[in-house]
């Protein structure tokens, strides 16, 4: 099979294996937070804000946040961080962010079409915005300086593969929020690779709901013996699910956490795809103190990927001190 990658793409560091991907939400109440100002890059006087689509209790984002603080604390910028899983409210929190006249503006685009025109009016009022983790195939149309993420249809891509090649006979592929464009080229790109592959919408904010839902689908289709899980949480759940189905199902995962990390160490999941959202996180908010004091554009305007790629149990090892640190 033939992996593809779409053009206009800069990798901005090498990365371990293959393929990998984005990140997730679901429901909750806004929340905004500030940091930074200071630390290594002393007092620049520039206040950013980062607007995501963050659920409440999903640690993939304190990767993200903590890489945004420290590059507001290297660049002596002020860090006003905000988020909320529904798109409406995401755009208002944008809105807000312009109608406190920040010095720039880093967001997700996880619905694109929610999110784009608030975007444009940032942007018209001279504040520069780039964008990160989801919406790889929006940012231009969003008025982006650039983006930073994984390619996430060639993440899943991957998956499909690798479970292929492990004997899969069927997949089931799980997408924790609906309307996510990410979620959807994941398990797009699983199905691309290994077309016997079967979406399961699963509810990301209630974990038992998600073991729920997977064990019952491993009960009733007994082909099933690969699960692929688009965030850790869901990969942690899916465990689960195997077990109290009786299932001899394997788990790969997008996306980790401490207890996801280990579990490939331990072989209960067999890998998860990094896309690295300290990275991200770090990225972006160091783009836009660039930009404003030099002019600078990171990958010349070209999405900057920071994934995928594959962490198993052949290079877990290496990875797990970063992932319990919060930095990877």
């Not at 018209?124 to 990160?132: M, Q, R």
């Not at 479970?163 to 609906?178: F, V």
């Not at 956490?257 to 579990?263: F, H, I, K, V």
């Amino acid at each position: 099979m033939k992996i593809t990658r779409a053009s206009g793409f800069t990798a901005v560091i090498a990365v371990v294996t293959l393929v990998a991907v984005s990140a997730c939400s679901d429901g909750g109440k806004p929340k905004s937070t500030d940091s930074g100002s200071g630390g290594g890059g002393g007092d620049s006087g520039y206040t950013f804000a980062m607007v995501t689509h963050e659920t409440p209790g999903d640690t993939f984002w304190d990767r993200i946040k903590a890489g945004a603080q420290q590059a507001a604390k290297d660049t002596g910028s002020t860090l006003k961080y905000s988020s909320d899983p529904t798109a409406s409210n995401q755009a208002t929190l944008i809105q807000n962010a312009i109608d406190s006249k920040v010095d720039g503006i880093a967001t997700t685009l996880v619905t694109p079409e929610a999110l784009i025109p608030t975007i444009k009016k940032a942007v018209a009022a001279g504040i520069p915005v780039d964008s990160f983790n989801s919406g790889l195939n929006f940012y231009q149309q969003a008025g982006s300086l650039v983006h930073f993420a994984a390619d996430e249809r060639l993440g899943g891509q991957g998956a499909g593969k690798r479970a292929a090649d492990d004997g899969a006979t069927k997949i089931l592929c799980t997408i924790q929020q609906t309307g996510s464009v990410a979620l959807e080229d994941r398990c797009a790109g699983v199905k691309d690779s290994f077309p016997n592959t079967e979406n399961l919408q699963v509810n990301g904010a209630d974990d038992a709901a998600v073991t729920s839902a997977i064990q019952a689908k491993l009960q009733q289709d007994k082909s099933i013996n690969w699960i692929i899980t688009l965030g850790a949480a869901q990969g942690l759940d899916a465990v689960k699910a195997v077990q109290g189905a009786g299932s001899k199902a394997k788990i790969g995962t997008f996306d980790t956490n401490p207890d996801a990390a280990q579990a490939v160490a331990d072989g209960s999941i067999q890998f998860f795809i990094d896309q690295q959202p300290y990275l991200q996180g770090y990225l972006a908010i160091t783009e836009l103190y660039l930009y404003k004091k030099n002019g600078n554009i990171m990958g010349g305007g070209k999405a900057v990927l920071t994934g995928p790629s594959f962490v198993d149990k052949a290079n877990i090892a290496q990875i797990l001190p970063f992932v319990k640190q919060n930095t990877r």
